[in-house]
Every structure is written in C-alpha cells, then in structure tokens.
C-alpha cells in the first residue's frame, strides 16, 4: 500500500518549501490589517520547520529522519526570476540539507509567550523560536519556475531515495503566477515520485481577501470563489489514506478526498500525521 | 533450581546505534524463589517511545523502578500506580539536562518521555510444591507468553499480530500527564509449572512471535535454540524478510524446569 513506508534515518522523508517572495506579499492577509502576507509566509515556513525539527528531536540532538530545502523565488528589476536556495550550501538545483544541518542553521529569538500554568492560569513565559526566513516582497511571482526547479530537485531526490516516504512539496503563495500556468507544472510533479507513491504537493494559500479560512477541503466548490484559489486547490494533492486516518484520529477537519490546500489558514498540523516509528503525540496525556 | 536465570537477547533498530536503543529490559532473581516481597523473581520490559525526548532516561528508570521496588499487584488501584511512578519521575526529571536543552527539544522534554511497560512477578505458589505463580502488569504492546505442552497458553495483553500499531498505550514521564492511565492498564494471572517456557518481549518481537503462532511455525522453538552468537544475524534476517518490523527487538527468556 503506498505512503506506508516508515520514515527512518535509512529512508528519510522529504519537504521541500516553495515560498512566494513577490511584491504583492507586501499587502495585508485577508482580515488582518496588522499583517503582511509576506509575513505569514515568513512565519508558516519558520513555524512548520520549527514542527519539523522538534519531531525529529530526541531532546538533546537531532535525528535525519528527514532533508529539507527552501526555495523562495520572485524577480529582479528587470523581471528575471530569482530563484534562492535559504539553506547555507544550497543551490536551487541541490536545495537539501538533513534536518540535523538545517537546525544548526536557525537563527534563535527568545520572546514571551502566554502559556497555560496547568492549574487553569495563564503565565508569561519566555520560549526560543527557530528563524530559517525573513519576511521579503518585491518583484513577480515566477512559480511556474520555481516548480520548474523543485521538479527537477525532487526528481533527483526520489532517483537517490526509491525505498523512501515520497517527499512533501510545500507552496507558499498568493496564487497569482506571473510567468504561466503553474497548474501543468504541478500535475507534471504529481507524476514523479518513490516506490511507495507520488510526490505529495500542499498548498498554503494567503490571501488579501477577507474570505472566510478554508482547511483541507475535498471539493473546487469548497475554495473561495476566485480563480486562483481554484486553481491552487486543484494544485494540491489529495491526503492519501493513512494521512487522512491520522489527522481524522487528531481532530483535525478532513475527510476522505480532502486535498493538502489551506487559505489563509495553518498548516503546521500537517506534520504531526507523519509516522516516524512509536508516537507519543498520540499516547496518553 | 527450578527457575532456570532468564536469557536476554536485544537489537537496535536497524540503522540506529548501541546508545540510541529506546527499549530496556532487567530481570532481578532472588537467591530463593518465595512465595511474596523479595522473595518474588521480577522481570520489566519496556519499549521507549521513539517519537519522544529523553525516552532512552525514561525507558532505563521505569524497569529499574518495577524490579527495584515492584509495585504491589495484587492492590494496584490508580493512587498506588501513582505513588509509584512518582518517584520514577522525579528519577527522570532529575537525569534530563534542563539547562542544556536546545530549542528543538525543550517543548519535548517539557511534554515527557513516555515508554510501554510490562511488569512481571514469578513466586512460589506455597513452599513446598514445585508450581510458580505468576502476576503480570501491562500498559502499551510489551506481552507475556507462556507456552506448555507445545502449546501457547498465555498471550498478555495482546493475542494476535493485527492488534499492534504505532499508538499503544504508553506511561508519561510526566506527571501531569498520567490522565486515563488507569484504563490502559491490563493485568493477569496464573500459574506455571515445570516444563513451561516464559518469553517476555517488546513489540516488534512479540508481533513476529504472534503472527508465526498463527501460522502454526512455534516460535517458541525458534527463541529456545537461539544462542546470542547468531541473535544479531537472526533478527535481521527476520527484518529483511519482512517478517519482523525494524524497530528495537528485545526479548527475555525463562524456563521453568
């Protein structure tokens, strides 16, 4: 059965992130006045490497259960794409890093938070945050490009990791591609991946319109009503079936067919239904 | 002596190394099998949650805890359960380097380690007769067998290869966390005479064990002749037939006899 194989140090796991860096990231998110939507992206990238990371965490060090790569990519001046490989060594062509690396490459802020005391208070307490990306807006949004890229990355990867869970391709964008149809490049990744399936691709859309947040939906109808919208639905994988279990066991708003596809809505739960051997996420509280 | 010492085999997973294995085992014989207190023979196994920090500490402090200062089974109740996890807590809390943490592991260690646990006590049913009494304590996948005749008679908690999956029941080093542990806990009894053979095993092995027993192979055959010279080598035959899942593989033997 595919999207089964064990995530292990052996067949580690793969994300790689796409991040929008265009101008119209400047604008606000939907709703949100005191927020760009460079900065939602910014801070989904940092907030999803961070969930990444700890799971990979044993407390005092880090196990390569999986590579991860960042992408950002918008135009110069003069319109060229610009495409940036975050990760220290990087290229666009050869974006990985094992996890262990890619957290030595964080810069770490402290800031204080609110938290639960756990006798029913709340206490302010100061926690580290892990920071791979600033938040940037200028120039167009080349994701035909950028997928362009990520295909070949990703097709290199599955070549060297047959036996592996097939990789994650997050996209972090308003949608609105100025170099093309980024829904052939998308179907066209869809078809690359490992013995055990496909290349999954997720979308996390942020928009300025003030549209109601929309999780994991199953239908085009079930996106709000705009043509990119629709379209980075359509660019989104369907959650294969033990996905849909775990994040149906956790909670979480999915049902069967419910595509990998959030606007301007949180996707870091995402990879908590990754299995990487005995869960304790799950275990008794 | 009726109760031969118990033989202990265990394997990292594959790929992992020796300091990386998450699950523990310890066995403590009295000099003279007794029929209660330290007169008992005990035997823990636990399997560490790999998903969480700190589980190898906590693995190593929860056997040590039920062999060191085994639990009353006979009166366990949630409160006596707690009373006696609570020093192993703090026996963990005090291993974990708080000052040292990175940022990726702090929310974990905060969280907890959590680990499986299956506690097993073997006494003399009455002074004088040659039968064995045995009680057992089961939170998560850990299981007990007992095979007689060629036959197995006990399989605790779990009794087919269908019931393991990547979320047992498992017990919190934190002690905010214990929340409906009570319900996960699963106990049994009996008694075993000469002849029977007691195989204690973490998950992956007590799959193998469950899912051969169902094909009629007797894999109590198989563990009996094992000799730690080809462990290494069988149990990774077994993960390369696809036969055992690669996971940390720990199993302890007694015979009775």
């Known amino acids: 059965m595919p999207y089964t194989a064990d995530i292990s140090r ?17 604008e606000p998110l939907g709703g949100q006045n005191d927020l760009a939507k ?44 610009e495409l940036d490989s975050v990760l220290p060594g990087t290229r666009p062509d050869h974006p990985f890093l094992p996890i262990s690396q890619a957290v030595d490459a964080a810069e770490v802020v402290e800031r204080s938070v609110k938290e639960s005391d756990g006798a029913g208070g709340i206490v302010e307490v100061s926690r580290k945050f892990p920071v791979w990306l600033q938040a940037r807006a200028l120039g167009g949004t080349p994701m035909c490009e950028a997928l362009s890229e990520a295909m070949k990355a990703l ?9 592996s869970y097939p990789p994650m391709l997050i996209n972090v964008s ?33 928009s300025s319109m003030s549209a109601l947040p929309v999780q994991y939906p199953t239908q085009e109808s079930e996106a709000p009503e705009d043509e990119s919208a629709a379209r980075m639905f359509r660019m989104s994988s369907a959650f294969p079936d033990p996905v849909t279990q775990q994040a149906a066991a956790m909670g979480l708003p999915v049902s069967e067919g419910s595509r990998g596809y959030v606007y301007n809505a949180d996707m870091v739960a995402l990879v908590q239904f990754l299995d990487i051997g005995t869960r304790a996420a799950t275990g008794l509280h | 002596m009726p109760l031969r010492p118990p033989t202990k085999f265990w394997l990292p997973k594959a790929g992992n190394r020796t300091d990386e294995y998450e699950d523990a085992s310890r066995a403590l014989y009295p000099q003279r099998i007794g029929t209660s207190g330290r007169g008992l023979a005990r035997v823990a196994v636990t399997d560490g ?48 380097p708080w000052d040292r943490i990175p940022w990726h592991g702090e929310a974990k260690a905060r969280a907890g380690a959590f680990a499986t646990l299956l506690g097993l006590t073997i006494g003399a049913s009455s002074p004088r ?79 193998w064990f469950l899912a051969q027993n169902a094909i009629e192979k007797k894999p109590w055959e198989t563990l009996a002749e094992l000799q730690s010279s080809v462990w290494d080598d069988w149990v990774a035959e077994q993960r390369r037939e696809g036969l055992m899942r690669n996971d940390d593989t720990t199993v302890v033997i007694i015979e009775v006899s």
């Open chain 1, 174 to 206: 308003d949608g609105d591609a100025t170099d093309g149809d980024p829904e052939s490049f998308a179907k066209l990744i869809m078809g690359i991946g490992t013995n055990d399936g496909n290349v999954l691709i997720y979308n996390a859309h942020l």
């Open chain 1, 38 to 81: 460079m900065n939602g992206a910014a801070d989904a990238l940092n907030r999803i490497l961070d969930a990444i990371s700890q799971r990979c965490s044993q407390g005092m060090d880090v196990r390569d259960y999986f590579d991860v790569g960042i992408i950002t990519y918008t135009t110069d001046m003069e319109g060229n794409t």
């Open chain 1, 155 to 163: 097709g290199d990867w599955t070549n060297q990791h047959p036996d």
């Open chain 2, 49 to 96: 949650a790999s998903d969480a920090a700190f589980a190898r500490e906590w693995a190593n402090v929860l056997v040590d805890a039920f062999v060191s200062r085994t639990p009353d089974l006979d009166g366990l109740s949630p409160e006596s359960l707690s009373g006696w996890l609570e020093p192993a807590q703090d026996e963990w809390h005090d291993q974990v």
């Open chain 2, 129 to 207: 007769t040659n039968r064995f009494s045995w009680q057992a304590m089961a939170i998560g996948d850990c299981c007990l067998f007992i095979v007689r005749d060629d036959r197995l008679q006990v399989s605790f908690p779990l009794e087919a290869h269908a019931e393991f999956d990547n979320n047992p029941a498992l017990v919190c080093s934190n002690p905010t966390s214990v929340e409906g542990l009570w319900e996960e806990v699963r106990q049994d009894s009996g008694e075993c005479v000469a002849g029977d053979l007691i195989i204690v095993a973490t998950d992956a092995i007590a799959a």
């Open chain 1, 10 to 26: 052996a067949n580690p796991g793969c994300f790689l992130f796409l991040i929008d860096q265009s101008g119209s990231m400047a």
